[in-house]
């Protein structure tokens, strides 16, 4: 099955630094991949995703890289703000109908 | 839009007691929902699949019998933990595919999560 392994576990930036992480994945088959955001005590929210055609995709301060050669996908904030701290979760699908496998989560902490 | 909802948000029951949780797709609907368990800092573990109309597929080591699911419309989905022991507390959160969704087929949209305590 699809193993998905996220680093690091744990990121501290300054307010207006960029912050990255990255995740991987075992199975060539898997095809979509989202990344979602955690806040305490609430579901998981869907801030962005890219499918296995597309290398990167951009929405505002917010973007994911994708190589599919070497199996791995990245998360990038730019200009982060105090409300972006948050677990982030990535995941890897097979596509339609599919479960997700998710990564481990990466506790992200801004400070101002 | 794709705004998925779970009610309650919270409830603690005495030990031996049944708990129901309800997931529901406000603004779309979801042929397949899913199920996932979460404990303290640490990922999502699905628990089930649930498609509407059918039986849930379960994930090895969830007890079906303990853990009832029905999808008995294109917009909600129940869990019901029966006989619930302090063990089964934890924080369950449901998510639906919207597959006629802008997002596509793929994407699943999460439910703000269910907190169970299990006295």
């Known amino acids: 099955g699809e193993n998905v392994e996220q680093h690091p576990s744990t990121l501290s930036v300054q307010e207006g630094d960029s912050a990255v992480i990255k995740c991987t994945y075992s199975?060539?088959?898997?095809?979509?991949f989202p990344w979602y955001k955690q806040e305490l005590g609430k579901g998981p929210q869907l801030i962005i995703d890219?499918?296995?055609?597309?290398g990167e995709k951009k929405d505002q301060r917010i973007a994911v890289t994708l190589n599919k050669t070497a199996k791995h996908f990245s998360l990038h904030i730019t200009e982060t703000q105090p409300e972006d701290s948050a677990v982030y979760f990535c995941?890897?699908?097979?596509?339609?109908?599919?479960?997700?496998?998710f990564g481990t989560g990466t506790s992200l902490t801004v400070i101002p | 839009g794709a705004v998925v909802s779970q009610h309650p948000s919270r409830v603690i029951c005495k030990s031996g007691t049944s708990v129901k949780i309800e997931c529901r797709s406000l603004?779309?609907?979801?042929?397949?929902m899913f199920w996932y368990r979460q404990f303290p800092k640490q990922s999502l573990m699905l628990m089930a699949t649930?498609?509407?109309?059918?039986?849930?597929?379960?994930e090895q080591g969830v007890e079906k019998d303990k853990f009832l699911i029905n999808h008995a419309s294109l917009t909600l989905s129940t869990l019901t933990v029966t006989s619930a022991h302090p063990e089964d507390s934890s924080f369950y959160i449901c998510?639906?595919?919207?597959?006629?969704?802008?997002?596509?087929?793929?994407?699943?949209?999460f439910g703000p999560g269910t907190r169970l305590t299990v006295l």
């Open positions: 890219i499918r296995s055609n597309v």
């Open positions: 603004d779309f609907q979801a042929t397949t």
């Open positions: 998510s639906a595919r919207d597959s006629s969704g802008t997002g596509g087929p793929d994407t699943q949209y």
């Open positions: 199975d060539s088959a898997s095809n979509y």
């Open positions: 995941a890897a699908s097979k596509g339609t109908g599919n479960q997700f496998y």
């Open positions: 649930s498609n509407e109309g059918s039986k849930a597929t379960y």
